[in-house]
């Protein structure tokens, strides 16, 4: 004897009027959430970590001596990294005050000559003088045949080469004031010419220690103990983990709406979820990552297929954060961006003027005394 399992067309329609009403419910909460929730964010995994690589280099040639410094280590700005044998910029040094003493003293005695010129003119015009009265005393006597005519000759030429004389003289006194009017003998452009080069060699007799820039951890060092390294080469790089970022790439058609002071978390894939980092957008890339390369896409030369471009939005992250979980550049992370607040700008504002590092101040005002000092030393008496 069989049993008929089939449900009733009642309880059959009431099944699938409650399967229905569980559909429109779960459909009505996703709906929900989605406007409350997933409407307002955006996330991706093409992020990682970004950072500044302070690049060292040297401002003189020289030879490496000392190196403070390896990878991995933690400096702290103002220190010692690199030092260069200081033998080459101490004679470039002394080569430079024996030349501005040398200018210095050429200039005392071309100031001195100037009077001599002076002297010069002076006396010429009492010799012009001289020859036109032996010519005046000459005339008369002449007119008597006293004199011959070959004496009152010599007298007329005597008076003309005076003249001649006199005429000179002013030109070499002229010759002689021109180069010196308007300035004082420790002002002169040869001097300030002399005095510029004093002071280059003044500052890179101490430029052959090199100081660390900022504060960070040594990477990238190539530098060795007994090297000839020349002006400009890089040495090594240091990184200051406290000055980190994130570089999030968004596609384009995600953009819309992104705007400056968002709120945003990142995970880093070294710490997890565990981990959730909270920073803000500071603003988006002036062009997409294509745009930038080294061989940018050619969009009219025929063979240039359209893909989805991605942008980069860079994210602050907060400096206690990353004290407390340290993060390395270049790191996979993942980002979630709050854009529910609209009211911020589509751009970054305008960044604030940098300010030179007071360890790479240079001693200008030192150096500007010492070669007061020569100079005052060559010009006295």
Known sequence: MSIDTTPSPKK?????????LLLVLAGAAYGVYYALVLSTRLETDNA?????????????????????ADETQLVKAGAEL????????ELALIQAAARLGSVVRQQRERYSNVGQ????????????????????????????????????????HAVEAADAALDMARKQAGA????????DPARHPLVEAARADYMQAWLAARRNTIVAPVSGYVARRSVQLGARI?????????????QLWVDANFKESE?????????????????GSKVVYHGKVTGLSAGTGSAFSLLPAQNASGNWIKVVQRLPVRISLDPRELAAHPLRVGLSTQVRIDIARQNGAALGAAAAPASAADVLAQPIAQARAATDAIVARNLAN
């Open 12 to 20: 059959r329609a009431r099944m699938l009027l409650a399967l229905t």
């Open 48 to 68: 990682y970590v970004g950072g500044n690589l302070v690049t060292l280099s040297s401002q003189v040639a020289g030879t490496v001596v000392a190196i403070s």
């Open 230 to 242: 020349s002006q400009g080469t890089p040495l090594l790089t240091i990184v200051p983990l406290d």
């Open 176 to 183: 002689a004031h021109a180069g010196v009017a308007g300035v």
């Open 117 to 156: 010129f002076d002297a010069a003119i002076a006396e010429r015009k009492v010799a012009l003088a001289s020859a036109r009265q032996d010519l005046a005393r000459r005339l008369p006597l002449a007119e008597g045949n006293t004199l011959s005519g070959e004496e009152i000759d010599h007298a007329r």
């Open 82 to 89: 690199v030092k260069l044998d200081p033998a080459d910029a």
């Open 255 to 271: 953009l819309r709406d992104i705007r400056v002071g968002q709120d945003a978390n990142i995970e880093a894939d070294i710490y």
